[in-house]
Each structure stands twice: as structure tokens, then as C-alpha cells.
């Protein structure tokens, strides 16, 4: 598996795109190429927040690539994207402008059809099936263009869970409840990736984000940009870099064990590693999710009763909330309310997939022991 790496100083077009152009050369890219190709780019667009917090995919990134597209004679180029929220005309028009995305216009086309399909899984999958926004459906070549982050419930955000962004709007909370459990719901992304198949990841690591990511974490600047066609080791070797333990990452886990990664092949190309990184902090759902910890022989007998007492949960910080709604509308459960111009939580139910803390606009929302 060859993974490129490639330093970018900062978020500037006559840097990001020769780090680009070097990728594209040394993974042998321009061979997949023609005219009549049509490339679907699936960025990372969670929420509808500013390039310069380091919540979604930058456009100068998506930019580069799609010069170098352009560059190969490739004219079909669309954005396609389901970010939190609705999945209609309205809401994705706002992610766009606020992400910085209309500036790529008119040499990609950001999409406006928001219809969905079913498509059937791989035999012996746990989802028999997957309901994915058509443009992706209808793309000849799957370029996923991701941000290198920290994730309050699965720890790390890179290729494989940036996929989640093709199942439409809403659907996202249904498949949190459908498949609670980290372990189950990390299958699920991994069957998911596996649907989807992206020809190639790009991960945009020129500024990452540590903490209480996807949204609500802080700045870590790395100043890298990642390529490779295996997203699958990519993820093992950017989780790596990030100083976390890949196999402590339950999506990355899995996918060793299913083959689907390979740790052991990857050939570095590129740039040196760079030296001395701190680790990035982790999100405080899993510094307090004791039953994370527990040692092998005690997860059978004791995981329910200790997941339960040392469980993490979101709590609201009121005088942040504004009563936007957002938390609400993301959880998987129902459990939330807004009352009075101010959320109100029940713990009851409560699945601890911080779709809320993800959601919140104001990071409104922290997180909690239960014992």
C-alpha cells in the first residue's frame, strides 16, 4: 500500500497544489482518468461553519484537485455531500456558503439533487442494505476528500468514517439507533465503506483538529496532506500519526482483522515523517468512558455493569445554549426537548453517541460520568 505525505505550510493554492499534483504522480491516478469520466468529490461538510476553524474539508483543497482534474481533461466534477441536518435544497445551500464551497463554482459543480437509493450489501453483512444519495450512486470514480480529526464516539475521523456522509440527512440519527454499540456501529461504517469504495482519499491534515472533535475540538496543526488508494491502512497510519493506537480505534480494529487493512505493507512516499509530535488530545467522552478500559478477561462478565455506572453522557452547559434546536434534531433517541429557549436532556434512553455535542453550533455541550 503506498500512502503519500506531503508537507503543507498553510492553506495556500500554490502550496496545497503541487502537494497534490505529487500525489496524483506517485499513486498513478492520471492512468484512471478520461474525458468522459464523471468524478463525484465527497468532502468532509458536517456543519455549516467557516474554512478557518478546522471542522470541515478546506476548499482550497477541493480546488486543487479539481485544477488537476481539469488538467487531465476531465469535465464532469460534482460535490457531493449530506452533511447534519436536513438533506434538502435549503440547508445544503447554506453548508456551501458557509464552508467556502461557492468559490470552486463553476469548475465543479455543487449538488442539488437530493434523492437517495437503496442499494443491497455484500452477502453476509450485517446491513442487508444502504440508502446513499444518488450522485454518489451515479459517479464513475469516488474521489473522498476527508478532515484528519478526533470523534467524541469512534475516537477517530478519517476515510472510512467520512463515508457516513453519503447516507442522507437525517437517516445518519436512524442508523445511531439502530446500531448503539461502538462495536456494531463501527461494522456498520466499515460495511458502508465497503459499499461505497472510493478509488481514492485525500485526508486535508494542514490543519486538524484534537479534542472534542468532529466540531467541537480545537486547532491541531500539522501542516500535512495524506493520499492513498487503500483508505482502509490510511486510516491505521494517520490514527498512528495522530499518536492514538490504531487498534484501539474499533472501525480500524476491524478492518485488520478483516484483511481490509494492512499495516505491515504500507510504503511510505513523499516527505519525511515529521518528529517529536505531541499527541493529540483525545475527546472527553473516551477519557471517561471507563468501559473502554476494562481488561480482556472482565469485559464478558462485568462490561454491561460497569459500562452502565462509568458511562459518559452529554450535559448542557445552559447559559451557551441559544435553543437552536440542533441537538434535538440530531439525536438518535428523541430524548431532547427545547424548553423555555433552552435544550432539556433525559438520560434515560440515551445511547451516548454525542450526535449532539457534534451537532451544537455553540459547544453547549459537554460531557459527563454517570457515576
Not at 464523471?38 to 482550497?60: C, E, G, Q, R
Amino acid at each position: 500500500m503506498i500512502q503519500t505525505l506531503y508537507h503543507v505550510k498553510e492553506y495556500k493554492e500554490d502550496l496545497i497544489y503541487p502537494a497534490i499534483c505529487k500525489a496524483m504522480e506517485t499513486l498513478g491516478i492520471a492512468g484512471d482518468m478520461r474525458p468522459d469520466l464523471k468524478v463525484v468529490i465527497k468532502p468532509n461538510l458536517i456543519m455549516a461553519k467557516s474554512p478557518d476553524f478546522p471542522v470541515t474539508t478546506h476548499p482550497l483543497v477541493i480546488k486543487a484537485v479539481v485544477r488537476w482534474l481539469k488538467a487531465q481533461g476531465v469535465k464532469n466534477i460534482v460535490l457531493a455531500e449530506s452533511s447534519g441536518g436536513l438533506y434538502n435544497g435549503e440547508h445544503m445551500k447554506n453548508i456551501y456558503q458557509a464552508c467556502g464551497m461557492r468559490q470552486l463554482e463553476p469548475d465543479i459543480t455543487l449538488n442539488m439533487d437530493f434523492s437517495a437509493r437503496t442499494v443491497n450489501c455484500k452477502n453476509g453483512f450485517a446491513n442487508h442494505s444502504f440508502h446513499i444519495i444518488t450522485p454518489i450512486l451515479e459517479a464513475d470514480y469516488i474521489i473522498n476528500i476527508c478532515k484528519l480529526k478526533t470523534h467524541a464516539m469512534t475516537g477517530y475521523s478519517g476515510g472510512i468514517k467520512n463515508l457516513f456522509g453519503v447516507i442522507p440527512g437525517l437517516e445518519k440519527p436512524q442508523l445511531h439507533y439502530r446500531w448503539p454499540d461502538i462495536h456494531d456501529f463501527s461494522r456498520m461504517l466499515l460495511e458502508l465503506a465497503q459499499t461505497v469504495s472510493p478509488q481514492l482519499t485525500i485526508i486535508d491534515a494542514v490543519n486538524a483538529m484534537e479534542g472534542n472533535g468532529p466540531t467541537g475540538g480545537t486547532s491541531y496543526p500539522l501542516h500535512l496532506i495524506l493520499a492513498a488508494r487503500d483508505f482502509y491502512t490510511q486510516d491505521y497510519f494517520a490514527a498512528k500519526l495522530m499518536g492514538l493506537n490504531p487498534m484501539a480505534v474499533e472501525m480500524i480494529r476491524l478492518a485488520v482483522e478483516k484483511g481490509l487493512a494492512q499495516p505491515d505493507k504500507i510504503e511510505l512516499i513523499g516527505d519525511t515523517l515529521p518528529e517529536n509530535l505531541p499527541p493529540f488530545q483525545t475527546p472527553d467522552a473516551i477519557k471517561l468512558d471507563f468501559s473502554s478500559s476494562l481488561p480482556g478477561f472482565l469485559q464478558r462478565p462485568f462490561a454491561l455493569i460497569a459500562g452502565r455506572l462509568f458511562k459518559s453522557y452529554p450535559q448542557l452547559e445552559k447559559e451557551k445554549c441559544i435553543g437552536c434546536g440542533k441537538c434535538a434534531e440530531s439525536c438518535p433517541a428523541h430524548i431532547i426537548k427545547i424548553e423555555n429557549g433552552k435544550a432539556k436532556f433525559k438520560k434515560k434512553k440515551c445511547i451516548s453517541c454525542f450526535c449532539c455535542q457534534e451537532m451544537c453550533p455553540m459547544k453547549a455541550i459537554s460531557v459527563k460520568k454517570a457515576f
